[in-house]
Nanobody
Framework: EVQLVESGGGLVQAGGSLRLSCKFS????????IGWFRQIPGKEREGVSY????????YYADSVKGRFTISSDNAKNTVYLQMNSLKTEDTAVYYC?????????????????????WGQGTQVTVSS
């Protein structure tokens, strides 16, 4: 059974940092892509950052480039999202998600509807 569990959210002042963790189980990371998404009430889930172990690919939304870093610790079955220089507009529920992915696929999955497995989410609140 595939499971993803996020942690690390919280309340932080603007300019501060948080590190989110996504601990996964039930699949081999080499065969999957993992993405971080965020959502605020009334808006569509937005892709933030993505990583693939099979080809080392990482992707970032323009809104977080230079501030967020995605990484993985395969031994711990965990993907991290280091968030620095946080802004109030980063406030959202953050989710990690997984989908099967192989390097010969025609494109990297960047949309939330392409992902099959989701965690329960963790709230990030950035105060001014």
């Amino acid at each position: 059974e595939v499971q993803l569990v996020e942690s690390g959210g919280g309340l932080v002042q603007a300019g501060g940092s948080l590190r989110l963790s996504c601990k996964f189980s039930g699949f081999t990371f080499d065969d999957y892509a993992i993405g971080w998404f965020r959502q605020i009430p009334g808006k569509e889930r937005e892709g933030v950052s993505y990583i693939s172990s099979s080809d080392g690919s990482t992707y970032y939304a323009d809104s977080v480039k230079g501030r967020f870093t995605i990484s993985s610790d395969n031994a711990k079955n965990t993907v991290y999202l280091q968030m620095n220089s946080l802004k109030t507009e980063d406030t959202a529920v953050y989710y990690c998600a997984a989908v099967a992915y192989y390097i010969d696929y025609p494109g990297f999955p960047l949309n939330h509807y392409e992902y099959d497995y989701w965690g329960q989410g963790t709230q990030v609140t950035v105060s001014s």
